[in-house]
T-cell receptor
Framework: AAGVIQSPRHLIKEKRETATLKCYPI?????VYWYQQGPGQDPQFLIS???????DKGSIPDRFSAQQFSDYHSELNMSSLELGDSALYFC????????????????FGSGTRLTVV | AQKITQTQPGMFVQEKEAVTLDCTYD???????LFWYKQPSSGEMIFLIY??????QNATEGRYSLNFQKARKSANLVISASQLGDSAMYFC???????????FGGGTRLMVKP
């Protein structure tokens, strides 16, 4: 079965550089989520998109932006990178949830490990 | 706001024994979902089990079961017959009516001893 595809798997950038992370959701999943997991920490929600519109916003820095394209893939753009941005970035996707239920096939990608040096 | 608390930063269990990982949650939502994920050292997030707030039966998936006590706001994960491959970080998470995002607990690192 198709899974959530993230690219690249690993990325090394220098401080103040820009990085772009890509996410390809499961076909027919219309919602995409981005999470950031720092070393030894739990994942923190950044932002989500539903039908190409921003749906919810979490603790996403102003230096970061994201969008969802017409083919439903999403990109997370990170500018002026700082050492503290080094983390594992997860993308997840889900279909539209049914009323009153939350087990709606929420699926994570394998993550992009960003290292800022 | 939702909050997940996992009070066990690390745990050891002997191979083939059962182990319980604790999770308590706090939410003002009447309807919500609870999840457990496994994260091995390779980093991927592996879905284990789901419990809906209105589900009357405790969820089970193979060796995994969820001990759901709604009045206590707890959703403990029970792993039966532990295997060496169960050594990993385990995260409890929830979502509710405010949005589709997951809120995670701090995680429990489980180490299975041979």
């Amino acid at each position: 079965a198709a899974g959530v595809i993230q690219s690249p798997r690993h990325l090394i950038k220098e401080k103040r550089e820009t990085a772009t992370l890509k996410c390809y959701p499961i076909p027919r999943h219309d919602t995409v989520y981005w999470y950031q997991q720092g070393p030894g920490q739990d994942p923190q929600f950044l932002i989500s998109f539903y039908e190409k519109m921003q749906s919810d916003k979490g603790s996403i820095p102003d230096r970061f932006s994201a969008q969802q394209f017409s083919d439903y893939h999403s990109e997370l753009n990170m500018s002026s990178l700082e050492l503290g941005d080094s983390a594992l970035y997860f993308c997840a996707s889900s279909p539209k949830k049914g009323r009153g239920r939350f087990d709606y096939g929420y699926t994570f990608g394998s993550g992009t490990r960003l290292t800022v040096v | 706001a939702q909050k997940i608390t996992q009070t066990q930063p690390g745990m050891f269990v002997q191979e083939k024994e059962a182990v319980t990982l604790d999770c308590t949650y706090d939410t003002s939502d009447q309807s919500y979902g609870l999840f457990w994920y496994k994260q091995p050292s390779s980093g991927e997030m592996i879905f284990l089990i789901y419990q809906g707030s209105y589900d009357e039966q405790n969820a089970t998936e193979g060796r995994y079961s969820l001990n759901f006590q709604k009045a206590r706001k707890s959703a403990n994960l029970v792993i039966s017959a532990s295997q060496l491959g169960d050594s990993a970080m385990y995260f409890c998470a929830m979502t509710g009516m405010q949005g589709n995002m997951l809120t995670f607990g701090g995680g429990t690192r489980l180490m299975v001893k041979p």
